[in-house]
Structure formats: structure tokens, C-alpha cells
């Protein structure tokens, strides 16, 4: 199975600020990575796909690069909206796996 | 809009067996593989299952293989997962979730979820 890591585990921050994730697979993976987003009793959204592409409806401030085994999940000027869980998950193989996620708080 | 309601959900107790249900609509659901994954309280997500847009090719995690069945109706738009021998571990909130294609692992909408709670 490929294990996905996250760092850092948690973050505080303040709205306006720049805010950088790290998703790192135990094997390449390509770009067959995505991002989401959870708010508490919520479920999961879909915010990025294939690493970098933005889901439908995503505001452009969030932003995904990467390829192999090294990811970045990048939200410009930070909102309030946005202090919420972050996972990272693969989709290069089955079983597919999640990132434990980062929680961006305040 | 899609949108993706299960139901279930409940308090089970260790051995016994329960039926989710997830039903979907605005889409088409006939053309796209669809996904369980669970989340247990205050923890992170782990896939579950995975079904082809026919039914034809199922996929387990290795921690429920043997004990859980993924299966879908095409004309009730309807997707199901058959849970035995539930243990205490199983305890998580079940949300279905579309593929964005067959069964690429790729996944674009989730249902609300339902609770499922394995408890004496």
C-alpha cells in the first residue's frame, strides 16, 4: 500500500496569511493526488485533482503543485472559510490512500 | 446538482450486520464508479470500497475484505454496502462518493455521511 504523510499536522494562522501543506507518498505516484477539505460534521470537498487542477468552484487562492512523490497544497490570503482540515489522498493504486490530515486554525 | 443521501446508519451491535444505502442523483450514475470511505470519530479517512459503473469490478480494504459487500442498482440509482461481522473498529461515519470516471480513484462529490456505531 502507499502510505501518504502531511506536515505539519497543525497550524495556526491569521486571514490574510500564505499558508503551505506538504503531502509526501512513500512511492511516485505521478499527479495522481488530490486535495480536500473538511469542516467539523462536514464532509469532505474536493479542491484539487491530478495535483494541480482546481475542482470547479474552488476559489483561485488555493493552489496545488507537485509530481512523484512530493506535494504542496498553497492557500494565498488565507479567509476565514478556510480554517478547516486539509487531507491529501492518492489515486495512483488501489487501496486508495489519505494523508492524516492538517488542521489550519486560528 | 449532484447530490448523494445515505442512510443506515445506526447503533449495531459487535457481530451483527447492517446496510447502508446511498442514493444519487444529478448525475448520471450509470457511467461512474462510486466509492465508500469511513472516518471514525476524531480520526482521518480510510477507503473502504470501490465499484465499477457496471457493477462488474469491486475493490476492498484488506480491514474489511470478507466481510463487507459493495453493490449498486443502476435503475434505483442506488448505491448499497452490506456490513457483517461488524466490530467495534467499525465505528465511523460511511459517506459514498462518486468517481470522476469509471473507477479512478479520483473522487469529486461526497453524501453527508451516515453514523454507525458497533457497540454492546
Known amino acids: 500500500d502507499i502510505q501518504m504523510t502531511q506536515s505539519p499536522s497543525s497550524l495556526s494562522a491569521s486571514v490574510g496569511d500564505r499558508v503551505t501543506i506538504t503531502c509526501r507518498a512513500s512511492?511516485?505516484?505521478?499527479?495522481?493526488l488530490a486535495w480536500f477539505q473538511q469542516k467539523p460534521g462536514k464532509a469532505p470537498k474536493s479542491l484539487i485533482y491530478?495535483?494541480?487542477t482546481l475542482q470547479s468552484g474552488v476559489p483561485s487562492r488555493f493552489s496545488g503543485s507537485g509530481s512523484g512523490t512530493d506535494f504542496t497544497l498553497t492557500i494565498t490570503s488565507l479567509q476565514p472559510e478556510d480554517f478547516a482540515t486539509y487531507f491529501c489522498q492518492q489515486y495512483n493504486s488501489y487501496p486508495l490512500t489519505f494523508g492524516p490530515g492538517t488542521k489550519v486554525d486560528i | 446538482q449532484v447530490q448523494m443521501v445515505e442512510s443506515g446508519g445506526g447503533v449495531v451491535q459487535p457481530g451483527r450486520s447492517l446496510r447502508l444505502s446511498c442514493e444519487a442523483s444529478?448525475?448520471?450514475?450509470?457511467?461512474?464508479?462510486m466509492h465508500w470511505v469511513r472516518q471514525a470519530p476524531g480520526k482521518g479517512l480510510e477507503w473502504v470500497a470501490v465499484i465499477s459503473y457496471d457493477g462488474s469490478d469491486k475493490f476492498y480494504a484488506d480491514s474489511v475484505k470478507g466481510r463487507i459487500t459493495i453493490s449498486r442498482d443502476n435503475s434505483k440509482n442506488t448505491l448499497s454496502l452490506q456490513m457483517s461481522g461488524l466490530r467495534p473498529e467499525d465505528t465511523a461515519v460511511y459517506y459514498c462518493a462518486k468517481d470522476t470516471n469509471l473507477w479512478s480513484g479520483s473522487l469529486d462529490y461526497w453524501g453527508q455521511g451516515t453514523l454507525v456505531t458497533v457497540s454492546s
Open positions: 512511492q511516485g505516484i505521478s499527479n495522481t
Open positions: 444529478g448525475f448520471t450514475f450509470s457511467r461512474y464508479g
Open positions: 491530478a495535483a494541480s
